[in-house]
């Protein structure tokens, strides 16, 4: 049986989507505990406390100390991490076959009974607060963050940073009513992958999490986005200037995602694209250019992103649309071609490393509700055409833009 085929996915008692892939000989098994729950899900005034949580959660638990549940993961060689998004956090785990359920059982621990001591969450808003600092001096960052709120809206383009006000206003308390509020069977999604016996880690996951959180509420869909065309610009004395452009792509599970993949890679990902060649190595107009393109839940968006000089701001602001114009007209076949093998490889050749087998499992599970084989995606990316290109990018004009500057000038042509 192919690893495509052994998927099993199921709803357990206890309230938890699990998604479980054996693959036999690995050496490795990974998992993922995706709560979902973000920085959408903040209080309006409280910015900054999802991920205050998700950086707080295991500074102790009613029976370690933080140092204690630490050794205990080191203990059983388990590399582990966490991360919070604008709809849910993710906590990873890595570790021998032999001490998964070691390892579970720790995570469950973490999950359902942290104690959020006073000194760790004070000192946890302190280095919130330091980062917003150092934020100032990492201007592509600084420009993603000023850009999120107009091409997501308020509550999706929410920066895992929050403000110095928000900050200001987060105790203790607030990251326990959040904890209570979200960290429920009924919200977590459960990856694992590796050398494993499905039915024994889905038994595992009942025990471990019966009886924990309050009412089973259904898990959120999604939350929806608003796009605020419009140009803005944050004055800051560099020597560059930053250029972000934004418009609104497709969701993941569009049957013209696949295309916009495509699209977009041939567009910018790699010394090979269109901008990298075009945009950079011919006309020597920027530092760095890139697209990609993010997806929230419920929508799409598709982003370009450059370094300039601030003499050259408007004709590298002009370079970049045009690029994307021109693909729509004069993409050729070997550009189609080298942007599908390049993404193919990457989801086979990555495809072979447990974690990132469990990663794009985890995906599944929150944008299509399913694991969703490797085959599937790689035939849905063979069957892309260049009229499917082309059709694309015409039903998505770049009509009204969202875009954002950073640095000493400001753009002298306005978004068409």
Sequence with gaps: MSEEESYLHRRLDCGIELATLPLAGRRTTAYEIRVVAGLADEPDDLGGLARLVEQTIAKGTEKRSAQALSDAFDSLGAKIGSGVGRESQVYRCSCLPEYVDEALALHAEMLRTPTFPEEFCRVAVDLAQQELTALEDEPGELSRKLLAPNAYGRRLGRHELGSRESLARINREHLVAFWREHFTPAKMQVSIAGAIDAEAVGGLLERLFADFGGPRLACSNGHSAEFMPGQNHHQKALEQEHILICWPGTTITDRDYPVERLAVSALGEGMSSRLFVEVREKRGLVYWVGAWDEHPRKTGRIFLGAS?????????????????????????????????????????????????????????????????????????????????????????????????????TMLEGRPT
Excluded: W
């Design 308 to 408: 300039t000089t601030p003499a050259r701001c408007d004709q590298t602001y002009g370079a970049l649309l045009g690029e994307v114009d021109r693909l729509g007209k004069d993409l050729s076949q070997q550009e189609l071609d080298r942007a599908r093998v390049g993404i193919i490889a990457k989801m086979q050749t990555h495809g072979d490393i447990t974690r990132a087998r469990v990663a794009e499992l985890c995906s599944d599970l929150f944008h299509y509700g399913r694991p969703v084989p490797l085959a599937e995606k790689r035939d849905l990316l063979l069957a892309v055409t260049i009229p499917d290109v082309q059709r694309y990018l015409n039903e998505h004009p770049r009509d009204k833009l969202c875009v954002q500057t950073l640095g000493p």
